[in-house]
């Protein structure tokens, strides 16, 4: 079946470091991929997204390009800030399918 | 309105009582879900509501009862829990049930069943 892997971490940067989260993906049709981020204490909230391959979401500094021939959706941001500190879950979705596929999740601590 | 909203935002019950967690949006979104989030896991789908009909049940237990009394509102009947079910709740919503379509998230209600 369809399956997300991301890196589990936890990943320690200080602030104003490169992010990269890893995801890769396995799915038998063309999925919609996306990146959601859960602050402590609230709920997901979408964070950037792609539907086909090539695409590249943007959103608050973050990227995230749409790598069909490595099947990939890595996150990634060039300047991290404190307040970026969260849970980020790669996700993904079939054209058929009704449910996100949740990778495990990476929390992502910033210090000043 | 881009927003999903939940109340209760935190729910504390016994293994004998009845309560009930309320979702609404009003996105005019067709379709709505019910997850279970455990502490440092991600969310587990329980129940897709497709245009007001039931539509997945991911074989949840009877204690859990869901509802879509119309459009906008979406409801989970919560009896006879057990203390591992205490967990986030979080409800969903996307325009259709088609996979391309981003699912909007509540900040959840965060239950303890004692």
């Known amino acids: 079946g369809d399956s997300v892997t991301q890196m589990e971490g936890p990943v320690t940067l200080s602030e104003e470091a490169f992010l990269t989260i890893n995801c890769t993906y396995t799915?038998?049709?063309?999925?919609?991929l996306f990146w959601y981020v859960q602050y402590p204490g609230e709920g997901l909230q979408l964070l950037l997204k792609?539907?086909?391959?090539?695409d590249k979401g943007s959103n608050k500094g973050f990227e995230a390009t749409y790598r069909k021939e490595t099947t990939s959706f890595h996150l990634e941001k060039g300047s991290v800030q404190v307040s970026d500190s969260a849970v980020y879950f790669c996700?993904?979705?079939?054209?058929?399918?009704?449910?996100?596929?949740f990778g495990k999740g990476t929390t992502l601590s910033v210090s000043s | 309105d881009t927003e999903v909203t939940q109340t209760p935002k935190h729910l504390v019950m016994g293994m004998t009582n009845k309560k009930s967690l309320k979702c609404e949006q009003h996105?005019?979104?067709?379709?709505m879900y019910w997850y279970k989030q455990k502490a440092k896991k991600p969310p587990e789908l329980m129940f897709v509501?497709?245009?007001?009909?039931?539509?997945i049940n991911e074989s949840v237990p009877s204690r859990f009862s869901p509802e879509c009394p119309n459009s906008s509102l979406l409801n989970l009947h919560l009896h006879a829990l057990q203390p591992e079910d205490s967990a986030l709740y979080l409800c969903?919503?996307?325009?259709?049930?088609?996979?391309?379509?981003?699912?909007?998230f509540g900040p959840g209600t965060r239950l303890t069943v004692l």
């Open positions: 969903a919503s996307s325009q259709d049930p088609s996979g391309s379509n981003e699912q909007f």
């Open positions: 799915a038998t049709g063309y999925p919609s």
């Open positions: 792609a539907t086909k391959a090539d």
């Open positions: 996700a993904l979705s079939d054209l058929g399918g009704t449910a996100l596929i």
């Open positions: 996105m005019g979104h067709r379709a």
């Open positions: 509501y497709s245009y007001e009909k039931l539509s």
